[in-house]
């Protein structure tokens, strides 16, 4: 995943999620938003955290009383997570008490409305949560992504790399990391400039991106033509399959370079493991991933190397 470089971000490009196990309260709640902004709705907990997990909503809204999980256990769960800790949750409570607003404020809730649904306050309230949504997420882009390929950039390694392990060690999942470096770029470079040097990066960052699939996944330029590829909750045989994809997607684009061997843009990639409970760190596993692409490099570039 790489941060949306958009400033002029609007209201119709955002998705709320609607949680609710009434039909009728769905589809309520979803024509009073659909001409503001874009809308899904699920009649559960269990379903919402599947499609926070995979889409990262904008704003997710929810009932607060539901079977099996309740909306406040939905909200602590969200924010548990690193990749949905930041997805704001409004509730929809049917009791206006001070008792239930104070735990929906415990459980990390942005705002409330009671039902019967209000449908002015109700939609003025969402445009207001999704406009903090938008400068939250501007101001992310400008702290933590690169101003040329919209990749994250190493303060973002170096401040999220600790919750995206505390995440997978709390759920007994892997995290797999790979090392990718562009083959003879200094050669790239020399031979089209750094203007078309520039180009290439900002093509080759979208292709990779792309080729990874999942929001959780991270794309995070480490160095001039080096990026670290991070991919939480895989195994490395899944792993090997998504760098596999990244070195496919990068030849498809057919950069030509008359300084390489290969007549067009290849990258390398060094592929290492962090498992739950391992006595190495992840950057100790980094550090494996750095060897294994020296391998790469050594064995004639183009490749993956993970053993």
């Not at 008490?97 to 309230?125: H, L, M, Y």
Request: overall charge negative; aromatic content about 6%; proline content about 4%.
């Amino acid at each position: 995943m790489i941060l949306k470089q958009d400033t002029g971000r609007t209201l119709n490009a955002c998705t709320v999620l609607i949680v609710d196990d009434q039909p009728t309260s769905r589809l309520i709640m979803t024509s009073l938003l659909e001409d503001i902004t874009q809308c899904h709705a699920v009649a559960g907990a269990s379903e919402a955290l599947d499609y926070c997990a995979a889409q990262l909503p904008d704003l997710v809204i929810s009932d607060v009383s539901m079977p099996e999980m309740s909306g406040r256990q939905l909200c602590e769960a969200l924010r548990s997570n690193q990749p949905t800790a930041n997805i704001p949750v409004m509730f929809v409570t049917g009791s206006d008490s001070d008792e239930e607003q104070e735990k929906c404020w415990e459980a990390g809730g942005v705002d409330f409305v009671t039902k019967p649904i209000n449908a002015t306050t109700f939609r003025n309230r969402v445009k207001t949560q999704l406009n903090h949504k938008i400068k939250a997420d501007l101001l992310e882009q400008l702290i933590y992504t690169d101003r040329l390929t919209g990749a994250f950039n190493r303060h973002y390694l170096e401040e999220r790399l600790p919750f995206i392990v505390k995440d997978c060690e709390r759920e007994s999942q892997p995290l797999s990391l790979a090392l990718l470096d562009i083959d003879f770029f200094k050669q790239y470079n020399d031979e089209y400039g750094h203007l078309t040097g520039d180009e290439c990066l900002c093509r080759l960052t979208r292709a990779v991106n792309e080729a990874l699939l999942r929001p959780m996944d991270r794309v995070v330029r480490v160095g001039g033509e080096e990026f670290l590829l991070l991919m939480p909750n895989t195994a490395l045989n899944g792993a090997e399959i998504v760098c596999n994809r990244v070195l496919e997607a990068v030849r498809r684009l057919h950069i030509p370079h008359i300084g390489s061997p290969f007549k067009e843009i290849t990258v390398s990639i060094g592929l290492a493991l962090y498992q739950t409970g391992a006595s190495e760190s992840a950057t100790a596993v980094i550090a494996e991933a750095d060897k294994h692409l020296y391998r790469a490099k050594s064995a004639g570039r183009n490749q993956l190397v993970f053993e």
